[in-house]
């Protein structure tokens, strides 16, 4: 049966109508104003200390910078993700600059606010790493208090640390707590939580407000969002929020499918998901957004540009109907396998480490000898991991000032790693 959905969505590709509820007025679809959205027409969810946000939000990582925070702020955007990890794309102190000068912090307003969301790398997981790294976000943000803080990653792997964390999740969990009995933190959570984690999850004095974890529509995390929803359920039923988990997706739009040997990403080149934003004459972000956000699901979508920012806000502009919907779920865990690619030759895992005396920017130069920025590295010691390519060329520049401090050339003849 949802084969056969899909292959309806084909057909309707071809231009076929099904019914009224698949048209969209041509007035609709022109009248896309770059104006700032009303907060009333987006999707909400009311978190556990009784604080409502919108269920679209915008993701802070990938280069998102100050301007493009800015840009987001001016058009509606009530929602920010961040992080503390510069070498993972997030720059939380300019997310910290634009939101003090749009006066929308919820310690400024809290009736027309920006929620801000920050998280604390896995390398600072332990109870007076954790309030170290609370204080650090205040700092950065600008702020006497928090709206979010997560843990990012429960644990360290790989070379994703640059040293031993000095303790565990638990540890960091029980500083959260403290932290919102004193009214520094007012939400907490974790990602990339399983069935086992939030078992344990759940046996704590204060109980996860937020669970963010891989969703797309190949990759729908069924099982922990059904106990999820039926949380959150119990609690609608007593008429209460106290216990209820907002679920956010990071990647939602297919990102973490090139860390998964994917050469193309098999959201965006779906040709089930084209079908349906070509129905509607959207893009296949906006029928995704809507598709998550009605299945309860919070996205976080980043994005430099002004016009896809306002897009993915206007994601409720037209409607899904159930047939879409249903055919959308049913691609869960059936992204094409012949995307799949062999790992290219020239390809090189590089890692680089700060040897300088304070914080260091770096830039991938690339043919036109723009500096093109892809992390930083803020302490003396930390890390900065990449994927590159044979021939391609770094530099390292001071934060302040943005002196040259050194050049890399990658040359694969020295190992891919």
Same mark, same amino acid.
């Given at each position: 049966?949802?084969?056969?959905? &899909?292959?309806? &969505?084909?057909?309707?590709?071809?231009?076929?109508?099904?019914?009224?509820?698949?048209?969209?007025?041509?007035?609709?679809?022109?009248?896309?104003?770059?104006?700032?959205?009303?907060?009333?027409?987006?999707?909400?969810?009311?978190?556990?200390?009784?604080?409502?946000?919108?269920?679209?939000?915008?993701?802070?990582?990938?280069?998102?910078?100050?301007?493009?925070? *800015?840009?987001?702020?001016?058009?509606?955007?009530?929602?920010?993700?961040?992080?503390? %990890?510069?070498?993972?794309?997030?720059?939380?102190?300019?997310?910290?600059?634009?939101?003090?000068?749009?006066?929308?912090?919820?310690?400024?307003? +809290?009736? /027309?606010?920006?929620?801000?969301?920050?998280?604390?790398?896995?390398?600072?997981?332990?109870?007076?790493?954790?309030?170290?790294?609370?204080? &650090?976000?205040?700092?950065?943000?600008?702020?006497?208090?928090?709206?979010?803080?997560?843990?990012?990653?429960?644990?360290?792997?790989?070379?994703?640390?640059?040293?031993?964390?000095?303790?565990?999740?638990?540890?960091?969990?029980?500083? @959260?707590?403290?932290?919102?009995?004193?009214?520094?933190?007012?939400?907490?959570?974790?990602?990339?939580?399983?069935?086992?984690?939030?078992? +344990?999850?759940?046996? +704590?004095?204060?109980?996860?407000?937020?669970?963010?974890?891989?969703?797309?529509?190949?990759?729908?995390?069924?099982?922990?969002?059904?106990?999820?929803?039926?949380?959150? $359920?119990?609690?609608?039923? @007593?008429?209460?929020?106290?216990? +209820?988990?907002?679920?956010?997706?990071? %990647?939602?739009?297919?990102?973490?499918? *090139?860390?998964?040997?994917?050469? /193309?990403?098999?959201?965006?080149?779906?040709?089930?998901?084209?079908?349906?934003?070509?129905?509607?004459?959207?893009?296949?972000?906006?029928?995704?957004?809507?598709? $998550?956000?009605?299945?309860?699901?919070?996205?976080?979508?980043?994005?430099?540009?002004?016009?896809?920012? &306002?897009?993915?806000?206007?994601?409720?502009?037209?409607?899904?109907?159930?047939?879409?919907?249903?055919?959308?779920?049913?691609?869960?865990?059936?992204?094409?396998?012949?995307?799949? *690619?062999?790992?290219?030759?020239?390809?090189?895992?590089?890692?680089?480490?700060?040897?300088?005396?304070?914080?260091?920017?770096?830039?991938?130069?690339?043919?036109?000898?723009?500096?093109?920025?892809?992390?930083?590295?803020?302490?003396?010691?930390?890390?900065?991991?990449?994927?590159?390519?044979?021939?391609?060329?770094?530099?390292?520049?001071?934060?302040?000032?943005?002196?040259?401090?050194?050049?890399?050339?990658?040359?694969?003849?020295?190992?891919?790693?």
């Amino acid at each position: 049966y949802s084969y056969a959905l &899909l292959l309806l &969505l084909l057909v309707m590709s071809c231009g076929i109508s099904l019914g009224s509820s698949q048209l969209r007025a041509a007035d609709a679809n022109d009248d896309k104003k770059d104006e700032k959205l009303s907060p009333t027409s987006m999707p909400k969810f009311t978190l556990a200390n009784n604080i409502t946000v919108p269920m679209i939000g915008l993701g802070g990582c990938s280069g998102v910078r100050y301007k493009d925070f *800015k840009s987001a702020i001016d058009i509606g955007y009530q929602f920010i993700d961040t992080a503390q %990890s510069h070498s993972w794309g997030y720059h939380e102190e300019e997310v910290g600059q634009a939101m003090q000068e749009a006066k929308r912090r919820y310690q400024d307003n +809290k009736n /027309d606010f920006v929620f801000v969301q920050t998280k604390i790398h896995p390398q600072d997981l332990g109870y007076r790493s954790t309030k170290k790294a609370i204080q &650090l976000s205040l700092e950065r943000l600008q702020v006497t208090s928090l709206d979010s803080v997560l843990i990012h990653k429960p644990r360290c792997w790989g070379d994703i640390c640059s040293h031993e964390p000095e303790g565990t999740w638990e540890d960091s969990w029980k500083a @959260l707590e403290e932290a919102v009995d004193l009214g520094v933190v007012r939400t907490i959570g974790i990602c990339d939580v399983d069935d086992q984690l939030l078992d +344990k999850l759940l046996s +704590k004095r204060i109980k996860p407000m937020v669970i963010q974890n891989w969703f797309d529509p190949f990759h729908q995390d069924y099982a922990l969002r059904r106990r999820i929803e039926s949380i959150n $359920a119990a609690q609608d039923k @007593l008429g209460s929020v106290e216990k +209820k988990i907002l679920y956010q997706g990071y %990647s939602t739009l297919g990102n973490q499918w *090139k860390y998964q040997g994917y050469q /193309d990403n098999p959201v965006m080149t779906s040709p089930w998901l084209q079908a349906i934003a070509k129905t509607y004459d959207v893009s296949v972000p906006e029928v995704i957004i809507q598709w $998550a956000t009605r299945r309860g699901v919070m996205v976080l979508p980043a994005s430099r540009n002004p016009t896809h920012q &306002l897009s993915n806000l206007r994601s409720y502009d037209f409607t899904l109907d159930e047939e879409e919907m249903m055919a959308i779920d049913a691609l869960d865990g059936k992204p094409p396998q012949q995307l799949r *690619k062999e790992r290219d030759t020239n390809e090189v895992d590089i890692q680089f480490t700060n040897h300088a005396d304070g914080p260091v920017d770096v830039f991938w130069v690339d043919r036109n000898e723009d500096h093109i920025h892809v992390g930083s590295m803020q302490k003396p010691g930390e890390t900065l991991s990449l994927t590159s390519y044979h021939g391609h060329s770094f530099v390292f520049k001071k934060i302040d000032g943005g002196s040259l401090l050194n050049r890399h050339l990658v040359d694969k003849s020295l190992g891919s790693k």
